[in-house]
């Protein structure tokens, strides 16, 4: 007889998979933490941006790239064939010598540089996901955070994998060819369409997915037939469904020759802007007799999918105070919240856990997030601080996670209380 609901070391061992499978993927300050070498492939110094350049146009002179790339391309399932790794981009795109992101970075310097500091090349050192995967190291893990290690193992730390994380040959990079939303020219190298990868769809990979089930997880408890993040069918559903991710995560840039592209710093949780924006709140403030009652409402702001979304442990926490005196204050968290169910496995009856709620404002109810705070004070003023959290903050203190990588402030400001 299934007596407590969900074996404890079950229950903490599956849960902590969820927390390896995404860090969005972004703090206030974001906190200084040692980046990994760049990968040393034996080739010797690595030249300069000149010489590397100069190198190619040598190789393109000589006839060594191909005015045309004939390859038809079948949008992003070219890129992406089935699940996100184990992923071999193959031979070298003809006027390359790697498919590292070092050879990308003399022609596309402002990417590199983006790049280097997203949380796509942290995808595998990220401290707050190697916290959760040292706890529940499992492979479905491995496989977007980490997808160009070819083997089950995990990546050793000096590894290309481990330190290129989702890399410019990831997305873009497949058997001597480069794709793109569009295609361009044969510089050093021409690049095939691939109209999906404007799209939602070149998302989806790693950041709409269903809990692994036990062929991936032995002893999983979560149904498999639930979304473990469900970002994409959020955006699906939001009024911002025909506007593609890259609008806001990846907005039009120009670089220095003027040549307009779009930025690759993955702009998400670390951008001021973006969180500022995600939220349209609502506060009123009334006074009865001794006490003050706060009315906060949340509705979804110019943001295309819940907030937070992602990880199941993403929360939005809300303090509510008299102003000048935040001891005293009053704090909600509103998150998905997960419990056992009855369900069937190949017909047998079973415990699985499966969502109960989502409190997450623009979450799977819809409506605007309303809560009711009551403060004693004679104060006039009440403040209100939001802000987003990437994992729980005592997950974060016992891992040894900075709390500044954890904790990004959204929204805060003062409101008068009226009187009655």
């Not at 404890?8 to 998979?17: A, E, G, N, P, Y």
């Not at 790049?115 to 995967?133: E, V």
């Not at 295609?183 to 070149?202: I, N, R």
């Not at 623009?362 to 403060?375: H, I, K, M, N, T």
Request: neutral net charge.
């Amino acid at each position: 007889m299934y007596t407590s609901a969900v074996s404890r070391s079950l229950w903490v061992s599956s849960l902590l998979l969820v927390l390896a499978a995404c860090s969005d993927a972004e703090a206030p300050a974001p906190v200084s933490t040692p980046s990994p070498a760049i990968h040393d492939d034996g080739r010797g110094a690595e030249p300069n941006d000149g010489e590397r350049a100069q190198a190619a146009r040598e190789r393109r002179d000589a006839g060594g790239v191909d005015a045309e790339v004939s390859v038809e391309s079948d949008g992003v399932q070219v890129t992406f064939p089935d699940a996100i790794g184990p992923l071999d981009p193959g031979a070298a795109p003809r006027g390359l010598d790697g498919t590292d992101a070092r050879t990308c970075r003399p022609c596309h310097t402002e990417i590199y540089r983006e790049w280097r500091r997203s949380l796509h090349r942290q995808s595998w050192t990220d401290p707050m996901f190697q916290a959760g995967y040292r706890r529940s190291p499992h492979l479905p893990c491995r496989r977007c955070h980490a997808p160009l290690e070819e083997s089950d193992a995990a990546p050793a730390d000096d590894s290309l994998a481990a330190d290129e994380g989702v890399s410019c040959a990831v997305c873009h990079v497949r058997d001597g060819h480069v794709f793109g939303p569009e295609a361009a020219g044969a510089e050093d190298h021409a690049s095939v369409a691939s109209s999906a990868m404007a799209t939602g769809a070149a998302c989806a990979p790693c950041h709409q997915f269903n809990f692994p089930g036990p062929d991936d997880m032995p002893g999983a408890v979560f149904d498999p037939h639930e979304p473990m993040q469900n970002t994409v069918e959020e955006w699906r559903r939001s009024e911002f469904a025909d506007t593609p991710c890259q609008t806001c995560h990846m907005p039009l840039r120009t670089d220095g020759e003027g040549r307009r592209y779009r930025s690759h710093e993955m702009r998400a949780r670390r951008n001021p802007e973006l969180m500022r924006q995600a939220l349209d709140v609502d506060v009123q403030a009334v006074r009865r007799g001794a006490e003050v009652i706060v009315r906060l409402t949340l509705r979804p702001g110019v943001v295309g999918h819940a907030v937070p979304t992602g990880d199941m442990f993403r929360a939005l926490e809300v303090d509510v105070f008299p102003e000048g005196q935040p001891q005293r204050r009053q704090r909600r968290e509103l998150t998905r919240h997960f419990g056992p169910r009855l369900a069937f496995r190949d017909g047998e009856p079973s415990i699985l856990v499966r969502q109960r709620r989502d409190e997450r404002v623009g979450g799977s109810a819809g409506e605007p997030e309303a809560l009711v705070f009551r403060l004693r004070t004679r104060r006039s003023k009440v403040r209100y601080v939001i802000r987003h959290l990437a994992m729980p903050r005592a997950d974060a203190a016992r891992d040894g996670v900075p709390i500044g990588h954890v904790v990004t402030p959204m929204v805060a400001g003062n409101v008068r209380v009226r009187p009655q």
